[in-house]
């Protein structure tokens, strides 16, 4: 038997005026999803507890048994474990996105956050970028007063990580929450640290306004990452070993290190592929013949993560939404299946958002989200596609931590 969990990251959405007040579930062309759907155990899921902000940390979390209210340590340890920074003890750690600022004759402080990842900018650049960032002396001066290096990543996220100072008190914000406002209110502040962190981005503006591949990209109609932004606070995690619980071994593909971390911290095994990018470029065929590598050899669990949706999302760009939910089908789902019977491998598979992530908003929003359960041994279920009003019609998961025990057969429903 094989468990496949497949999660499209933020695909989950409310209604949308565009689309006559259907969601973007509701409206997109996904037949075979719909088909698995409607021969499966379907329902709703609440995946990030009501008292935690929504996020792919505390959703994924939940997914894969660990109550956030009590593995949770802060999003930016998680995704030091997946790019390969260890979190040591005493240390803090924070994410380091490229942004992209308003331009023209501002003060920095009166400048807008335009792209929570510089325009989605290319991991050559990115690395070029934030190197110059890290090799100017007034920068490198001011983070050597925290203890505070930058561990560049192959995208838009790099890592920082700081011996000395501290976080509490301190208020960082999550720039894909604030797109299109003013930074002014939104820089790091509330302790010491802070304020160092906001002058290293005031810094990093300075350098990266008119470095020649901003020039370049903005000739080339592109958005300038002409900005840093710290978020994502956090101390060194600790997660229950998922193989030693669930009694199955496993890989998780991801273009995303919070997800390779989440799972590298709790005994499985991270994959990663050649050109998956978290958008609608990424490697499809990649993505689909390293999960079947994966299913062939002797995990019997698989876990895939799609990050385009929820990018797309926050990119405010409802045709992209439309057009990830279009690849999940076409791409993943449906040449998956159809390998898995070919193979004629019994098979349970779990599909669902983490979280919902809203167009009206560009961000995210902790509502219960639709998940289905199908398995190819019994084929049954109540003809319904795969949709957040029809998952409200089938059974409820307070928590999201109920999810494993139920793909692995280990709980029951009336249990």
């Given amino acids: 038997m094989k468990y496949i969990l497949i ?7 409310n209604p949308v005026p565009e689309l006559d007040g259907k969601t973007p579930l509701e409206a997109a062309d996904k037949p075979h999803i719909d088909a698995l759907c409607k021969k499966s155990l379907l329902g709703s899921v609440r995946n990030v507890p009501e ?49 992209a600022l308003e331009d023209g004759d501002l003060p920095y402080e009166q400048r807008k956050i335009l792209s929570h990842n510089a325009g989605n900018i290319d991991a050559e650049t990115s690395v070029a970028l934030i190197s110059a960032v890290v090799a100017d002396p007034e920068f490198a001066a001011t983070a050597q007063k925290i203890g505070l290096r930058i561990h560049p990543t192959p995208s838009f996220r790099h890592m920082a990580l700081q011996r000395e100072g501290s976080i509490a008190g301190i208020c960082l914000t999550p720039p894909h929450d604030h797109l299109g406002e003013t930074i002014r209110s939104l820089l790091p502040c509330g302790n010491e640290t802070a304020a160092v962190l906001a002058r290293l981005q005031k810094i990093a503006h300075r350098v990266l306004q008119n470095h020649p591949l901003n020039q370049a990209r903005r000739a080339a109609g592109k958005l300038p990452a002409n900005g840093i932004w710290f978020w994502a606070e956090g101390t060194a995690s600790a997660l229950p070993n998922f193989v030693q619980r669930y009694g199955h071994d496993g890989s998780v593909i991801s273009a ?8 590298a911290l709790s005994g499985l095994k991270p994959v990663t592929v050649e050109g998956a990018t978290g958008e609608v470029d990424t490697n499809y065929p990649g993505k689909l013949e390293a999960a079947k590598q994966c299913l062939s050899s002797n995990d019997d669990f698989l876990c895939l993560h799609l990050e385009a949706p929820d990018e797309a999302t926050h990119n405010g760009s409802l045709s992209d939404k439309l057009l990830a939910i279009r690849q999940l089908d076409a791409f993943i789902t449906q ?22 992530t809203l167009l009206a908003t560009r961000g995210h929003d902790g509502d219960p ?34 999810l494993m025990d139920l793909l692995f057969e280990q709980k029951q429903l009336a249990d």
């Fill in 256 to 263: 995303v290190p919070l997800v390779h971390g989440i799972a």
């Fill in 51 to 99: 008292n935690l902000i929504p996020g792919s940390d505390t959703a994924i979390l939940s997914i894969f048994g660990c109550d956030p209210n009590r593995y949770f340590t802060g999003r930016s340890p998680l995704e030091a474990a997946g790019s390969g920074c260890e979190v040591g003890a005493g240390e803090i750690s924070y994410r380091c996105n490229m942004v």
């Fill in 335 to 356: 040449p998956l299946t159809a390998w898995l019977s070919e193979q004629n491998m019994e098979y349970r598979l779990l599909m669902l958002s983490d979280h919902k």
């Fill in 7 to 13: 999660i499209g990251d933020g695909m989950a959405d």
């Fill in 369 to 402: 989200v639709p998940f289905f359960l199908y398995d190819s041994r019994t084929e049954q279920g109540g003809g319904l596609a795969y949709t957040e009003a029809n998952g409200l019609h089938g059974v409820h998961l307070d928590h999201g931590t109920a």
